[in-house]
């Protein structure tokens, strides 16, 4: 997977908008952040302390966990070795989680 690849699945999800966040991408929901390309190899994916443990476990050649705040925030994947189906769905994930419910009903 390429950082671009990363972009098209953001990008494909509904009312995603493309942001600056302190010099490098983020992938927006009505203004709450689901994803960011903090560089041209990674891709961090705003999903739950959950699913993060899942993934991190399940991929760990490719998943590491985002810390902030002494809490976990999300998953970092490197791109060249993630399986694109994974990923695609940690980022529908993380966009229903930053959507507002209305959206996510819109979509039901």
Request: hydrophobic letters at 40%.
């Amino acid at each position: 997977m390429t950082a671009d690849d990363a972009r098209g699945l953001a990008m494909g999800m509904r009312e995603a908008a493309e942001q600056d966040h302190h010099g490098f991408p983020s992938f927006r929901v009505r203004g709450r952040i689901f994803a960011t390309l903090p560089d041209e190899a990674h891709l961090n994916v705003m999903v739950d302390e959950q699913q993060t443990q899942v993934a991190t476990h399940c991929d760990p050649s490719w998943c590491a966990e985002i810390l902030w705040g002494g809490r976990i925030r999300g998953v970092r994947v490197t791109l060249a070795a993630a399986d694109p189906e994974t990923v695609a769905e940690l980022i529908g994930d993380a966009w229903r989680r930053r959507a507002p419910a209305s959206l996510r009903k819109e979509g039901e």
